[in-house]
């Protein structure tokens, strides 16, 4: 009875993907099936079998909400090859729950043409040249999404480029990049149409590790870099982490700066609640901006690879933008190691105002300040002793300063506790 059952539900699912129109196919030549997708249909990809999309173009015109995804929902369908929208636009298209490998050259999404509206999630993107290339000077190029995928070991770098309306949020990066300083997890930027437009794009909720690795495993380039036209900009929440003993100077956090002989403007800019991890020279770097919004960040390092001094928030001008304009306010310094002579938050004597600079916590010891059981390390035995202290006054348990110790406090280490084994937690 229960077969037969099963047998009926599985025939009426066919049959009302069938009446829907959508495309099942699995393996056999994917990039004709994608070409001739109906608009408003669904192509499904099986999961039993690798589809090889090839390298051709990708011109599809208005999908009017298509999705390339998996026939399984919660399974990835393996696929390669590249999706590149050139020459005539592409929109209104998603693609979902797939599993793409390249072969170590090439772009696995390339947007442009005017393409806009199209939406990247919940995907495995690696061994790719790029896992993605927004070209913001394409004119129309606007609202690209690439949301919770895990974006690892591609060569030159993770996502590239930018445009108005870009969001690339709750996504994983891991070791991408190989060409030293130039190469990094996420690199983006807006084309300037010299008119003052906003071009907002949003850098949130991403975990990122090993930006341009070298053979020792060693991050040699910032994770998180904007150059160009910025105005609008917001790089929130995001975990940016290396692992002790592998952090070189060149290894920033995030880096918002002006490139020489550039002259685009850089206003408009956010960067909040963000935790960095064994940064190197510099944690918060930007250079050129006005309008600069830098709160609520943590950076956290104990590095014993880089023992060069430490500059948690870098602010300079670019002499053709200038730069000022700055408030940076509630954000937390938990250092061990060396600390630049010139202090952790540094301005360019040209730095223009006004610049408020408040509410800061500076903290610099071998011991971490969340290791409130001074055990050497973060981990249950602090959440069990802050657990224990609740409601108790004038202990290391009282994280946010405030004099009791509650469920804010709480609160605070377990997100430092999560950012510290986000990997063991999530990946393992």
Not at 29 to 54: I, K, Q, S, Y
Not at 83 to 101: C, D, K, Q
Not at 412 to 423: D, G, K, S
Request: net charge negative.
């Amino acid at each position: 009875m229960k077969l037969l059952v099963g047998f009926i539900i599985t025939i009426c699912l066919l049959l009302s993907l069938k009446a829907s129109g959508d495309v099942i196919i699995c393996g056999a030549d994917p990039r004709t099936a994608l070409n001739n997708l109906p608009p408003g249909e669904d192509l499904l990809l099986c999961p039993e079998v690798t589809h090889d999309f090839g390298d051709g173009q990708t011109r599809l015109g208005d999908m009017q909400g298509s999705v390339i995804r998996s026939s399984v929902s919660g399974t990835l369908a393996p696929a390669s090859g590249t999706f590149i929208f050139i020459n005539e636009p592409t929109h209104n298209l998603t693609f979902s729950e797939l599993h793409l490998v390249g072969k170590g050259t090439g772009h696995a999404f390339r947007f442009n043409a005017g393409s806009s509206n199209i939406t990247v999630q919940d995907s495995i993107i690696e061994n790719y040249s790029l896992a993605s290339y927004v070209k913001s000077n394409s004119p129309g190029v606007e609202n690209i999404k690439l949301h919770r995928n895990i974006v690892r070991y591609n060569i030159s770098q993770g996502f590239l480029g930018g445009s108005p309306g870009y969001e690339v949020i709750d996504n994983v990066f891991i070791d991408n990049g190989n060409n030293g300083i130039y190469d990094h997890d996420i690199y983006f930027g807006c084309k300037d149409n010299f008119n003052g437009a906003p071009c907002p794009q949003l850098i949130k909720g991403n975990y990122l590790t090993g930006s341009s690795r070298d053979s020792n495993g060693d991050c040699y380039a910032s994770q998180i870099v904007a150059h160009g036209y910025v105005n609008g900009t917001v790089i929130e929440n995001n975990i940016i982490s290396e692992p002790k003993g592998y952090v070189t100077g060149f290894c920033y956090g995030i880096d918002v700066s002006q490139l020489a002989k550039n002259d685009y403007p850089m206003t408009d800019l956010t960067i909040r609640n963000n935790i960095i991890i064994n940064q190197g020279r510099v944690g918060i770097n930007v250079i050129g901006a006005t309008g600069i919004l830098i709160e609520g960040n943590t950076l956290w390092s104990r590095d014993s690879r880089y023992t060069g001094a430490k500059v948690a928030v870098y602010i300079r001008t670019d002499p053709d933008t200038g730069g000022g304009d700055v408030i940076l306010r509630n954000n937390f310094i938990d250092y061990g190691g060396n600390i630049s002579n010139g202090g952790v938050f540094q301005f360019s004597p040209d730095v223009t105002g006004p610049i408020l600079v408040t509410n800061n916590t500076e903290y610099y010891n071998d011991r971490s300040f969340f290791d409130v059981d001074d055990d050497g390390t973060v981990g249950t035995g602090d959440i069990a002793t802050v657990l224990g202290n609740l409601g108790n006054e004038g202990t290391t348990s009282d994280l946010n300063l405030d004099g009791a110790v509650g469920l804010d406090d709480l609160s605070i280490l377990l997100r430092m506790f999560v950012a510290l084994n986000w990997e063991e937690l999530y990946l393992n």
